[in-house]
Every structure is written in C-alpha cells, then in structure tokens.
C-alpha cells in the first residue's frame, strides 16, 4: 500500500489525460473503483486537452459499470459538464448509441440535464436529437418511453427543425415510423416547402 507516498495521482499525459480518465474511457472497473476509494486524492472532475472528464469518457464508450461506479460517486462529479464542443455525458452517451448507459442516466434523471443545448457548432442539439440524428431508433424509444416529462420531443433547433423534420430530410425510416407512432407526444408537422422522398411521403400519408 503506497497511498501515503508521493505518487502524483492526477497526473496528465501529452493529452492531459489521467489514470483515472485512462481507466474509464478503456472500462477497467476494478482498477476505477481502486481509485475511487482514494478519491479524496483525486480531482474526479478534471479535463482533458478535450474538455472532457472521466465521467465523459465513460459515458462516451459505452462502460456502463463504471458509469454506475461514477454515479455511486456522483456527489462530488459534476455529470453535466461541457466539453470543448459543448457535449455533456448525457449526449455522448445518445449520440453514440450506448442504450444502457442512456437507461442508467435517466435513472439518474434528477440530476442530469436531459434539455441541455449543444451550443457550440451543432446548431443546438439536444442529446434527444444526437439520438435520432444520427439514427439510433433504440435510444430513441428509450427516450420517447421514458416517464420524464421533461424531456422536451419537440425542441427545434436553430435551422427551426423538429425531430420529426430532421428524421424525414434525412431519411431516417426507423426513427420517422417510431416518431408517427408516437404522434401523442411528438408534433409531426411538416411544412410545405420541405422536399422529401417518395418513401417519406408514403410513410406520413398512410
């Protein structure tokens, strides 16, 4: 046990990455919660040359355990930081379509932004939205079915486009049925000017 000696626990490489970042972006869970135990000697919330944080990184990858050992932790993380590019963990996750770990954080939904905006060269998408535009239907049902009111389906972003409209331009057939199947909650309004193709228009004309 050298815990009491100098070892420099939260030193960064050329990346001005961590061991600790090193360990979740990779999964190594026992060696995380090794470390998580001498948390009181790590800076769990410290970047990358990125901007991103250990709790990021998991997410991003698609770890689920170490999510889950982060978020028994999760009081002295901050789950929704921004990156450089102003993505948080949450839209990492549904970007990349890591459904578990989705399910985990919106278990976690009190604490986590579900509406935050990618304010920074996306056009203000939302982690709903790097879901369906990037056409991961199973993240999107997970959102859609999840009993958070709060998630906002019909945020536009700043084209003026709806979940609906993007999934349509860009032909993503999955998503565009499951969003039909859920016109209760999704507005599927299309304007008239919007060039679609003709298996769009087949599928909202049915």
Not at 98 to 107: G, N
Not at 183 to 189: A, G
């Amino acid at each position: 046990d050298h815990s009491d000696s100098n070892i420099e626990l939260n030193a960064k490489d050329e990346y001005e990455s961590t061991a600790l970042m090193w360990a979740c972006c990779n999964g190594h869970k026992d060696v995380v919660e090794l470390l998580l135990d001498h948390s009181e000697r790590i800076d769990l919330n410290t970047r990358d040359m990125y901007g991103r944080t250990a709790f990021m990184d998991a997410c991003m990858d698609g770890h689920k355990d170490v999510v889950q050992l982060l978020l028994d932790n999760s009081k002295i993380i901050d789950l929704n930081a921004k990156d450089n590019d102003g993505l948080t963990a949450f839209m990492f996750a549904c970007r990349n379509g890591h459904r578990d770990v989705v399910q985990l954080l919106l278990e976690h939904s009190a604490r986590i932004e579900l509406n935050a905006i990618n304010d920074y060269g996306y056009s203000g998408w939302t982690a709903f939205k790097k879901a369906y535009g990037n056409g991961y239907k199973d993240v999107v049902r997970l959102l859609l079915d999840h009993s958070d009111p709060n998630i906002d389906l019909n945020a536009r972003d700043n084209d003026g486009l709806t979940a609906f409209m993007f999934a349509c331009r860009f032909e993503h057939k999955d998503v565009v049925q499951l969003l039909l199947e859920h016109q209760e909650v999704v507005d599927i309004n299309i304007p008239e000017s919007f060039q679609l193709s003709e298996d769009i228009e087949n599928m909202i004309s049915i």
